[in-house]
Structure formats: structure tokens, C-alpha cells
């Protein structure tokens, strides 16, 4: 029973049809290890808007006073420091 499947073009087939499957899996593991960069990239940025989020925060009640006015003019505030 052996020998039927263990001929020489038997195993050089299934030696090619290995030797690919370890070159698509090299290929996955590429890609996955340049996802898994791109995950930890990722929530660092989540990590860094979510503290500006904080930082930024207003609270929504207003116990503010409110004035109201009109910008009657503008100062180049740059060019007076030259």
C-alpha cells in the first residue's frame, strides 16, 4: 500500500506542493508582521488623541459669563516684536 503513493513522481509533487505552501506562508508571515506594526502604529495614534481629547476638554455646562463685543480693529502682533 506504501509503495503505491510513495513513487518518485508522487513524492517530487508532494516536495513542490510543500515547498510552495512554505512560500505562501512566508509571504502570510510578512504580511502579518507588517499588520501587526501597522495595529501597534495604530493605537498609539489612539492613544495620543484620546489624551488630547482630555486635554482639550471643555465641560458641556456653561457657568461662564458672556460678553458680547465687536473687533473694531487688528495689531499684526508678528510685525510688532521686529
Do not use: W
Amino acid at each position: 500500500m506504501q509503495s503505491e503513493i510513495d513513487g518518485p513522481s508522487e513524492t517530487n509533487s508532494l516536495k513542490q506542493y510543500i515547498s510552495k505552501l512554505k512560500a505562501e506562508n512566508n509571504k502570510i508571515m510578512a504580511v502579518n508582521f507588517e499588520l501587526k506594526a501597522r495595529v501597534e502604529k495604530l493605537k498609539d495614534k489612539q492613544l495620543q488623541i484620546e489624551l488630547a481629547k482630555n486635554l482639550l476638554s471643555v465641560p458641556q455646562e456653561r457657568d461662564y459669563l458672556i460678553t458680547l463685543g465687536r473687533v473694531i480693529g487688528m495689531n499684526n502682533c508678528s510685525s510688532a516684536h521686529d
